[in-house]
């Protein structure tokens, strides 16, 4: 594709962006508004520790921050443009001052990050597919491609709900990507990134790591550790800057800032258990607590896929079915997590679509189950539908056990992969 051409479909895929992120938003909007607010008029020292009248304390990494406080910037220096035109030329449209004092208006600007990765994750997965499967047709890529640009999950996460859950992936995939290509210093950079974006991503962390261990030598891995804690200490140096341990201790600490509820409306074996009412994570069930039973069930559960990754690694393929896995499973069994934490699932589906129509029925279903699972907590906007199946709780039931059978055709295939000789 030419280049120009690629340049103006994302500039038109932006403005379609902008356009959907305006006629709702998300109380997590209100928040993040506030947060934006409190760095630009109180700045960056302290803001960890700063204590928010009427909303979440601040737990974000501070990537995340960064675009967040961009994001209001914008909006401010363009009503600041505005007014000022407004009052200097007498046939500016006085509308669009109104328009801009609209509160859609400014919390519009507040998703700029969600609309900043959904981009870069359409960019990275055009990039990629090549990558992955040199043989690729141009028009398989493209309709691949526009599977994650159109996916109605993302738009609904990033541009209506306004959450920044793709964020940290988008950063991720770009990483995968680099060390595909051998550029390992690069790839540093922006798995950095990831985890300065949202805490999330951790978990698939130990997969990347073993993906650029095997391109080091010992002289570029301390490059790499350096290079990435240099990364980390710089972004978290506005907020804390003499202690350079205090980012560290604040990145560990924010694991425990979520609620301890089994599940914050996941749809998971949880939910099955405890139908969206609150249960601790903490109370004893059978000898362990849930939230030791959870880690239990994923460490085993994913032991197989372990063994089947590592004995035949180098095949694209079983890469993209191993971190589809640990997102599958993770979402199915750990506790604490939220509806939006199945997002890793749809991200590492959408390359193996490159290998085989096989997978796009399970794409589909994945996107459907999670929509369905999204709109229980935000209502909006009203689709019969989506309220029909959250109407009856046997319905949701047998969709989790769908789920569970989306799982195991995953577990099946990568098996299926990894014995073959």
Same mark, same amino acid.
């Given at each position: 594709?030419?280049?120009?051409?690629?340049?103006?479909?994302?500039?038109?895929?932006?403005?379609?962006?902008?356009?959907?992120?305006?006629?709702?938003?998300?109380?997590?909007?209100?928040?993040?508004y506030?947060?934006?607010?409190?760095?630009?008029?109180?700045?960056?020292?302290?803001?960890?520790?700063?204590?928010?009248?009427?909303?979440?304390?601040?737990?974000?990494?501070?990537?995340?921050?960064?675009?967040?406080?961009?994001?209001?910037?914008?909006?401010?220096?363009?009503?600041?443009?505005?007014f000022?035109?407004?009052?200097?030329?007498?046939?500016?449209?006085?509308?669009?001052?109104?328009f801009?004092?609209?509160?859609?208006?400014?919390y519009?600007?507040?998703?700029?990050?969600?609309?900043?990765?959904?981009?870069?994750?359409?960019?990275?997965?055009?990039?990629?597919?090549?990558?992955?499967?040199?043989?690729?047709?141009?028009?398989?890529?493209?309709?691949?491609?526009?599977?994650?640009?159109?996916?109605?999950?993302?738009?609904?996460?990033?541009l209506?709900?306004?959450?920044?859950?793709?964020?940290?992936?988008?950063?991720?995939?770009?990483?995968? +990507?680099?060390?595909?290509?051998?550029?390992?210093?690069?790839?540093?950079?922006?798995?950095?990134?990831?985890?300065?974006?949202?805490?999330?991503?951790?978990?698939?962390?130990?997969?990347?790591?073993?993906?650029?261990?095997?391109k080091?030598?010992?002289?570029?891995?301390?490059?790499?550790?350096l290079?990435?804690?240099?990364?980390?200490?710089?972004?978290?140096?506005?907020?804390?800057?003499?202690?350079?341990?205090?980012?560290?201790?604040?990145?560990?600490?924010s694991?425990?800032?979520?609620?301890?509820?089994?599940?914050d409306?996941?749809?998971?074996?949880?939910?099955?258990?405890?139908?969206?009412s609150?249960?601790?994570?903490?109370?004893?069930?059978?000898?362990?607590?849930?939230?030791?039973?959870?880690?239990? +069930?994923?460490?085993?559960?994913?032991?197989?896929?372990?063994?089947?990754?590592f004995?035949?690694?180098?095949?694209?393929?079983? +890469?993209?079915?191993?971190?589809?896995?640990?997102?599958?499973?993770?979402?199915?069994?750990?506790?604490?997590?939220?509806?939006?934490?199945?997002?890793?699932?749809?991200?590492?589906?959408?390359?193996?679509?490159?290998?085989?129509?096989?997978?796009?029925?399970?794409?589909?279903?994945?996107?459907?189950?999670?929509?369905?699972?999204?709109?229980?907590s935000?209502?909006q906007?009203?689709m019969?539908l989506?309220?029909?199946?959250?109407?009856?709780?046997?319905?949701?039931?047998?969709?989790?056990?769908?789920?569970?059978?989306?799982?195991?055709?995953?577990?099946?295939?990568?098996?299926?992969?990894?014995?073959?000789?």
């Amino acid at each position: 594709m030419k280049s120009w051409v690629f340049v103006f479909a994302l500039m038109v895929l932006f403005i379609i962006y902008f356009l959907l992120t305006i006629p709702i938003y998300s109380g997590d909007v209100k928040t993040f508004y506030s947060w934006a607010e409190a760095i630009l008029s109180l700045g960056t020292n302290g803001f960890y520790e700063r204590e928010i009248v009427g909303f979440y304390p601040p737990n974000y990494p501070p990537l995340t921050v960064y675009f967040l406080t961009g994001g209001l910037i914008i909006y401010k220096w363009i009503y600041a443009l505005a007014f000022f035109l407004n009052s200097q030329i007498s046939f500016f449209p006085s509308n669009l001052i109104h328009f801009l004092e609209w509160e859609n208006s400014w919390y519009a600007f507040l998703k700029l990050p969600g609309i900043f990765a959904n981009l870069l994750l359409t960019v990275t997965c055009y990039c990629l597919l090549p990558v992955i499967k040199k043989d690729i047709e141009r028009r398989s890529r493209l309709l691949l491609t526009a599977l994650i640009a159109f996916n109605p999950a993302l738009i609904y996460v990033s541009l209506i709900w306004g959450q920044v859950d793709f964020l940290p992936l988008a950063f991720y995939l770009l990483a995968v +990507l680099l060390v595909l290509k051998g550029k390992v210093f690069s790839s540093v950079i922006f798995i950095t990134l990831a985890l300065l974006s949202k805490q999330n991503i951790i978990i698939f962390l130990p997969v990347y790591l073993f993906l650029i261990w095997k391109k080091l030598s010992y002289y570029k891995l301390l490059i790499s550790i350096l290079l990435a804690f240099s990364v980390f200490e710089l972004f978290f140096q506005p907020f804390f800057p003499v202690d350079l341990l205090k980012p560290v201790q604040f990145y560990l600490q924010s694991f425990n800032s979520t609620s301890d509820n089994i599940t914050d409306s996941a749809f998971s074996v949880w939910w099955l258990l405890s139908e969206g009412s609150f249960i601790s994570d903490k109370n004893i069930f059978y000898l362990f607590s849930y939230q030791i039973w959870g880690y239990l +069930l994923t460490f085993i559960s994913l032991l197989p896929a372990v063994y089947c990754y590592f004995r035949k690694n180098r095949h694209p393929q079983m +890469l993209f079915l191993f971190l589809t896995l640990i997102a599958l499973i993770s979402f199915l069994f750990l506790t604490r997590l939220h509806e939006r934490h199945l997002a890793p699932a749809i991200i590492f589906m959408l390359p193996l679509l490159a290998f085989g129509k096989k997978y796009l029925i399970s794409f589909i279903f994945l996107t459907f189950f999670y929509m369905v699972n999204l709109y229980g907590s935000m209502w909006q906007p009203r689709m019969a539908l989506f309220e029909w199946i959250w109407s009856d709780v046997n319905f949701i039931k047998a969709f989790i056990l769908l789920y569970c059978g989306l799982t195991l055709f995953v577990y099946y295939q990568l098996v299926r992969l990894g014995i073959k000789k």
